[in-house]
C-alpha cells in the first residue's frame, strides 16, 4: 500500500503569512505536495519518519495529569491497524458502517481510524436522545456499534437496548468495558486481541474519493443530514491547517473538540497527527468536565503545549480559570470555531492568559476547513482568514437569473467554496439541493465579505442552521414540536444572539385564525417534546403573521433581525426593569453587517453602562443613543 508512496507527512512547507505564500504553494503540482492516497498513508508516513515521537496521549479527566493512554506515532499506526483487521472481519469484506457512541476512551481514536481505513466510520453524539440516535443509526445504516459498558458510562449504557430495539440491520455491539448480555454483544477489547497490527489484512482500494466518515449535522431526528467525507477530503483538510498553521512534529494540541465534531477528529486532531505533532485529549468528554476545565493550565505545562483549542464556549470557560503560575510559555496559539466568537470573551481570555485566539472557519461539510489565520503569520481579529491551498472562496450574489454574481473586495455576499476538502454530499442527495452545485461550489449559507488582502471576514448567515456552543441545531427539529401544538398555524425557529453560546434558539409562532395560544404553555410543551435540550428555545414569541418572500417562503433573515430586537429589549428589561421603554432599530451596511441602534428611556448612567457592556459581549454592533436623543428613532 503505502510502500508505493515517497512518504511524506503534511508539515508546513513554508511559514504562510500572505496569500502570496498560498499562491506560491500552488506554482506547483498537487500530487507534489500531498501524496497520500488514504488517511492510512498518513498514519503510515508519520510513522515512518517520527516512529518514536508521542503522537496520541489521553487522559482520564479525574484530575490526574497521568495519561489513560499514550501511543508514539509506530504505536498509532500498529493499534489502528489492528482495529483494521478486526472490522474487515466484521464487515465480511464489505465496506460498512461502525457506529461509535462513546465518549473519547483510549480506545475511540484508534476505533475510527480503524473503520475508515476498510470501510466508514461514524461518531454519534452520546448526548442525544435514545429517539435521535436511533434515527442516525438507521440512516446511515449502521452494522456494527461500539459502545461503553456499564463500569465506563451508565447513562450512554443505559441508552443502547432501547436504541437496538429500534434499529435493525446492527449485527455487533462492542463494548468498550463491562459486556452487557445480549446475542450480538461481544467485547471489544477480547475481539481486539485476536488481531495484529504488524500489517493490514483487508486492503481497501487506495481511492481518495472513497467516502469512509460520516457525521450529523443539522436535524438529528424523523429525516436527519448526513455529510459524507471521504479520504481525500480528511487529507486535504489536514494537509491545509498544516500548511496555514504552520504545523509541524514539534507540535502539541490539546484537543478540546468532541471527536462527534469535526473541529475534534480534524481541527486539533488529524491535522496535528498528520504533521507528525502530538494530540492530547483532556479528558474523554472534553471540555465539559469541570476537573478537565481547572486543571486546563497543569495540562498544558505538563504536555508543553503549543496549541490550546475549543469552541467558543469552552474557550469561555477557560478564561474563567486562572492560569495561578503555570508555565504556559510553550503555546504560540489558540484555535476556535464551531460557533461565533463573541468579541468580549475572545478578549478576556487574551487579556487573562496572554495568549492569542486565532478564529478558523469551516463546515462539517468542508472537514472543518474553509479559512484559517495563519498561525506564523498575522492573525487579524475579526477576520477568519486566507483560503485553503488548491481551493477558492467565492463572494457572491444572487443575479436575476437565479445564478451567482461576484461581489468585488469588500463588498458582502454570500460565501461559497470549492475545493479538494469539499464533500461529495449528504448520504439522502435530497439534502444536496440548494447546497451543493453540480459545479462543485458549495453555498455555505454565511455571508460575509473578502478584504483587499484576501482575508475572509464573515458578517452573518443566511442559513437556516442555529449554532448554540458548536451544536448544530435544525430549525426543523423545533418547528415541527411547535406546528403541532394546538391553537398554532405556523411557526418558525431562528438563532438569538447569545453572549456565551454564540446563539440560542427562539421561536416565533402564528396562532390560528380564532385561536388564543399562551407563550408560556407553548415554551413548557416545547421543553417537554423537543428531543434535543439545546435545541429547546430560549424565548417564544407570538406574532400577527410571519416575514415571507414574494413566493411565500417564510424569510428568516428579517426573523433573525426580530430576534436581534428580541433580544436587545431582553437585555433592556433585565438591566432597567419592565417600566423602562426602549425602542430598536436594525440596519445592514454595504457589506451586510449589523448596526443596531437602541433608545432606552432612562438616563442611568450606570445602568446604560451596564447595557454596553452586555451588548458588546455580541457579534453585532450596537449603538446605545445619548439619553438627549432618544426622540430619533420611529
Not at 484555535?335 to 469551516?362: D, H, K, M, N
Not at 485553503?388 to 461581489?407: F, K, Q
Request: aromatic share 6%; proline share 6%.
Amino acid at each position: 500500500m503505502s510502500a508505493r508512496h515517497n512518504f511524506k507527512t503534511t508539515r508546513a512547507m513554508r511559514d504562510v503569512k500572505s496569500i502570496d505564500d498560498i499562491v506560491a504553494i500552488e506554482s506547483e503540482p498537487y500530487d507534489k505536495h500531498v501524496t497520500a492516497r488514504s488517511l492510512y498513508d498518513l498514519l503510515t508516513a508519520t510513522a515512518e519518519l517520527h516512529p518514536e515521537r508521542p503522537a496520541l496521549t489521553v487522559l482520564a479527566g479525574d484530575g490526574s495529569l497521568d495519561p489513560a493512554s499514550s501511543l508514539t506515532h509506530s504505536e498509532l499506526l500498529f493499534e489502528v491497524t489492528r482495529a483494521a483487521n478486526l472490522f474487515g472481519i466484521l464487515n465480511e469484506g464489505k465496506e460498512a458502517v461502525v457506529a461509535v457512541l462513546c465518549p473519547t476512551s483510549p480506545e475511540m481514536p484508534l476505533a475510527l481510524l480503524g473503520a475508515q481505513v476498510v470501510g466508514v466510520a461514524s461518531a454519534i453524539n452520546y448526548l442525544l436522545s435514545v429517539e435521535a440516535i436511533a434515527d442516525l443509526l438507521a440512516a446511515q445504516r449502521a452494522m456494527a456499534l461500539i459502545v461503553p459498558g456499564f463500569d465506563r458510562d451508565r447513562a450512554i449504557a443505559e441508552k443502547v437496548q432501547p436504541i437496538l430495539d429500534r434499529v435493525a440491520g446492527i449485527e455487533t455491539v462492542l463494548y468498550v468495558g463491562e459486556v452487557a448480555p445480549g446475542k450480538s454483544s461481544l467485547s471489544y477489547a477480547e475481539a481486539l486481541r485476536r488481531h495484529s497490527g504488524d500489517h493490514l489484512q483487508h486492503l481497501a482500494p487506495e481511492d481518495r474519493s472513497r467516502v469512509c466518515a460520516l457525521f450529523h449535522t443539522g436535524g438529528t431526528t424523523g429525516h436527519p443530514k448526513i455529510v459524507q467525507l471521504t479520504h481525500g477530503n480528511q487529507i486535504h483538510a489536514a494537509w491545509s491547517f498544516a500548511q496555514v498553521h504552520g504545523l509541524n512534529e514539534c507540535d502539541v494540541a490539546i484537543d478540546g473538540f468532541p471527536l462527534f465534531h469535526v473541529g475534534g477528529t480534524m481541527t486539533a486532531g488529524l491535522s496535528i497527527i498528520a504533521a507528525g505533532g502530538h494530540v492530547v485529549i483532556p479528558s474523554p468528554y472534553a471540555l465539559r468536565k469541570s476537573e478537565a476545565v481547572q486543571n486546563y493550565w497543569r495540562i498544558v505545562e505538563r504536555y508543553r503545549a503549543t496549541i490550546v483549542s475549543g469552541v467558543p464556549t469552552s474557550i469561555a470557560s477557560l478564561a474563567e480559570v486562572p492560569v495561578d503560575g503555570c508555565d504556559v510559555s510553550s503555546v504560540r496559539m489558540a484555535l476556535t470555531g464551531g460557533a461565533t466568537l463573541p468579541r468580549a470573551v475572545g478578549e478576556r481570555f487574551e487579556s487573562r492568559t496572554g495568549i492569542l485566539l486565532y478564529e478558523t472557519y469551516g463546515m462539517t461539510e468542508t472537514a472543518a476547513a474553509i479559512a484559517f489565520n495563519p498561525g506564523r503569520g498575522e492573525r487579524v481579529p475579526g477576520s477568519v482568514g486566507f483560503r485553503a491551498p488548491y481551493a477558492e472562496t467565492l463572494i457572491a450574489r444572487r443575479d436575476n437569473a437565479n445564478g451567482w454574481s461576484p461581489c468585488p473586495p469588500l463588498v458582502g455576499g454570500s460565501v461559497l467554496v470549492r475545493g479538494p476538502q469539499v464533500f461529495p454530499g449528504y448520504v439522502d442527495p435530497q439534502h444536496n439541493q440548494g447546497v451543493l452545485g453540480a459545479d462543485g461550489w458549495l453555498v455555505t449559507g454565511d455571508i460575509g465579505y473578502l478584504t483587499e488582502d484576501a482575508r475572509l471576514v464573515l458578517t452573518g448567515r443566511e442559513k437556516d442552521l442555529i449554532i448554540r456552543g458548536g451544536h448544530n441545531i435544525d430549525p426543523a427539529a423545533i418547528e415541527d414540536v411547535a406546528n403541532a401544538f394546538p391553537g398554532v398555524q405556523i411557526a418558525a425557529a431562528v438563532g438569538m444572539p447569545d453572549s456565551y453560546a454564540g446563539e440560542a434558539p427562539i421561536l416565533f409562532a402564528v396562532p390560528a385564525p380564532g385561536q388564543t395560544v399562551d407563550a408560556e404553555q407553548l415554551q413548557a410543551y416545547l421543553a417537554t417534546n423537543v428531543l434535543e435540550p439545546p435545541a429547546r428555545p430560549k424565548r417564544v414569541v407570538l406574532l400577527d403573521a410571519l416575514p415571507v418572500t414574494a413566493v411565500g417562503k417564510i424569510f428568516k433573515p428579517a426573523l433573525r433581525d426580530l430576534a436581534i430586537r428580541e433580544n436587545a429589549l431582553l437585555e433592556v428589561e433585565r438591566i432597567f426593569g419592565p417600566q423602562v421603554k426602549a425602542k430598536v432599530d436594525i440596519q445592514k451596511d454595504d457589506k451586510l453587517r449589523t448596526t443596531v441602534t437602541i433608545a432606552v428611556g432612562s438616563s442611568n448612567a450606570a445602568l446604560r453602562g451596564q447595557l454596553v457592556a452586555e451588548l458588546s459581549k455580541l457579534p453585532q454592533t450596537y449603538v446605545l443613543l445619548p439619553a438627549q436623543e432618544q426622540g430619533l428613532l420611529g
